[in-house]
């Protein structure tokens, strides 16, 4: 097992900061089109939208809390996963220069 080198073929984190994009670009066209909406009809948010866009926000920044917790745990487990398949790789070694002896 000479040689033998632990990888993964996804990247976490590359896949979360382009769902965090894609996100990011949606809020800020709700909002734009919010706000181009409200000043041309000239009328007031109404109380009841203001609330439920409260709502909506904390909810958002809970799943976004639970969104960054489970991407840290992705990255424990492969950073795990990675030493044992170097420590595994290093005993083959040393298990093949001690039968060479």
């Known amino acids: 097992m000479s040689?033998?080198?632990c990888s993964y073929p996804w990247?976490?984190?590359d896949r979360y900061t382009q769902d965090k994009s894609v996100v990011n670009k949606m809020q800020q066209k709700y909002w734009?089109?919010?706000q181009a909406?409200?000043?041309a009809t000239g009328k007031k948010e109404d109380e009841?939208?203001?609330a439920s866009d409260a709502d909506l926000d904390a909810?958002?920044?809970l799943f976004h809390s639970i969104q960054r917790t489970c991407l840290d745990l992705?990255?424990?487990i492969v950073l795990y996963q990675k030493r044992i398949c170097c420590k595994y790789?290093?005993?083959m070694n040393i298990d093949q220069i001690n039968g060479k002896k």
């Open 48 to 50: 009841h939208v203001v």
């Open 3 to 5: 040689g033998h080198k």
């Open 89 to 91: 790789t290093l005993s």
């Open 59 to 61: 909810k958002l920044e």
């Open 37 to 39: 909406f409200i000043k």
């Open 11 to 13: 990247d976490l984190q």
């Open 74 to 76: 992705s990255k424990a």
């Open 32 to 34: 734009e089109t919010k």
